[in-house]
């Protein structure tokens, strides 16, 4: 499995110099339905857990806001998947499972070896392990983080737990394979000084440059010079599930991101996506789907291949300390 982001339109930072030290590499992970084992990196795969080590339980409240929603075990929601697959499913009732009480088994969300790609931040681990409890908090999953050295475990968890209900069906990632491809990318356009937001809006230095500027007819925002909106969604930021890059912004403007210990501004780690592109970025769906599209379950987000969605559509970015990886991580929605 391969994917391949078309090249970029043209060299962004060849136009605007001041660009060019803010390059960043993202690798984009381009996660889609296999399935991986506990020596692959995955999202929603097995993970290579040490037999002996307990397996993270939630124990913050849960509260059931729509107690006649009902709600389902993981594997209930497996075998509607799979139903649904098949076209067998017509529409889901019955009771469902209990509300859980006490504390939750979390689920895996994410493995990554770093043979496979490079894992920002400061630990020497070569793997990090990303969970999370499947109920709301906030408007977000809560999430846990391992680092590990993969070659110290001998002995692997065989039947990890699992929460006896998930408040959301969208809280289990379908088990992905991962085919990682880094690119590079350049801040959102709220993140530049305001004399280069000015000059990126400025149709002159873009004919100047002979650069064709391609609008999009979605726009969502009117008040945008079409050459902004070009950067912001075509040249900046790629979409999808990815590790390191630039932070995302789109709920809000940018906000700081300080490590909760020790005040050090957090760096990106690992983006949760909702979709892997959508109707403002198209242009980063890979080559290869072009003209071979990955099939996706019916009543899947566009390009939904991981059965995730947050926040109504949101990404959750974690950012981590960049001097110890003991400090916590940064959950951030946008
Ligand atoms: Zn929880
Ligand atoms: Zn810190």
Known sequence: MRFTTPPRPFDVAGVFPQLAPLARTATRLHPRPGSPTVHDSSVGGPLLWPADEPWPHCD?????????SPVFSPEDERQWRRALATGEAGTRNGPGRPWPEGPIAM?????????????????????????????????????????????????VLQSPPEPS??????????????????????????????????????????????????????????????????????????????????????????????CPVCATEAIPLLTIASTEWNAGSESWMPQEERSTPTPLLPRSNPAGFTQVTLAHGYDLQLHICPLSPDHPQIELIQ
């Open 60 to 68: 913050e409240p849960h509260v059931r806001l729509m107690p006649d």
């Open 107 to 155: 689920l895996p969300v994410a493995q990554l070896y770093a043979r496979d790609l490079p894992l920002p931040g400061p630990s020497s681990a070569d793997l990090l392990q990303v969970l999370w409890c499947p109920f709301d908090h906030g408007s977000q999953p809560k999430t846990a983080l391992r680092w590990r050295f993969s070659a110290e475990i001998s002995h």
């Open 165 to 258: 209900a998930i408040q959301h069906s969208f809280y289990l990632p379908e088990p992905c394979l991962l085919a990682p491809e880094q690119v590079v990318e350049y801040p959102h356009p709220l993140e530049l000084s305001d004399q280069l937001q000015q000059q990126l809006a400025d149709p002159g230095p873009w004919e100047a440059a002979g650069v064709v500027v391609h609008e999009h007819s979605d726009d969502d925002d009117e008040d945008e010079s079409a050459s902004y909106d070009f950067y912001r969604h075509t040249l900046s930021i790629s979409p999808g599930w990815k590790v390191g890059g630039w932070t995302r912004w789109g709920l809000t403007d940018p906000q700081p991101r300080f």
